[in-house]
């Protein structure tokens, strides 16, 4: 039976607590609740980890958080050796946020390296100090100079990044909006989720279910760190916090 998670953190990626009731434990003691904030591993971005608390005050610690047998049942997987709670037990959700608005800065810093270098996306990995998007680039003629200058312009305009929801039929009419060149977003759910970036989306907009920051401001001082070779047309660009090294 796969059960469905309301994704709080869909249209409130701030929100760093708030209560639940659970509503299914599976056999590898994998907790799913009625609604959560902790984002679950997707789209190159990792699952966030964290506390849940119980009504006696004990702690369950959040190791990682997954899908299930649908991208809408949302599991959240205990450490080791962590008690399990009851069916309809009510429980008070805390994010580790300093972990997550590091991802949330990075994810849209991902974005923003997709406006620098317009060309189809092959792959993408999200981490708290390290990130990279791979591109369809036959001869890059990309400096990590150029790109990290492009970018901080960006940054420093401190453009607002939003959501906003459109209909299968009306991706289906903009392909263009999909950067991805292997993975389609999901759909047969009638909507799909835009994270637009500039007014009315000026900037970019492109389907994506992750957690962003809501300026560009917010993203901080990024760097490219390297360009890399990964086959004939396919360019690895690796972001990472902070200026530029000089050498």
């Not at 399990?84 to 805390?94: A, Q």
């Amino acid at each position: 039976m796969a059960f469905s998670t309301q994704a709080v953190f869909r249209d409130d990626a701030y929100l760093r607590e708030t209560e639940a009731t659970v509503v299914g434990v599976n056999d590898r003691g994998g907790i799913i609740l009625d609604r959560t904030i902790f984002y679950a591993t997707s789209g190159g971005q990792p699952g966030d980890t964290g506390l849940l608390t119980r009504g006696d005050g004990s702690n369950i610690s959040v190791a990682a958080t997954i899908t299930g047998e649908t991208k809408d049942e949302i599991i959240h997987v205990p450490g080791l050796e962590q008690a399990v709670p009851e069916i309809g037990e009510r429980l008070k959700l805390s994010i580790d946020w300093p972990r997550r608005h590091l991802l949330m800065r990075m994810h849209a810093a991902c974005h923003l390296l997709t406006v620098v270098c317009p060309y189809p996306i092959t792959g993408a990995s999200v981490s708290e100090e390290d990130s990279r998007v791979d591109f369809d680039i036959p001869d890059a003629g990309f400096t990590k100079e150029d790109v990290t200058s492009q970018m901080m312009e960006l940054v420093r305009a401190n453009h607002p990044i939003y959501n906003r929801w459109i209909s299968d039929d009306e991706l289906a009419a903009n392909p263009t909006l999909v950067k991805s060149k292997n993975v389609r977003p999901p759909s047969g759910t009638g909507k799909i989720r835009l994270v637009c970036i500039g007014d009315n989306a000026s900037i970019d907009s492109q389907p994506c279910g992750g957690t962003h920051v809501a300026g560009t401001a917010e993203i901080g001082e990024i760097h490219i760190g390297k360009i890399e070779k990964k086959g004939r047309e396919n360019r690895r660009f690796r972001i990472r916090f902070g200026a530029m090294p000089s050498n």
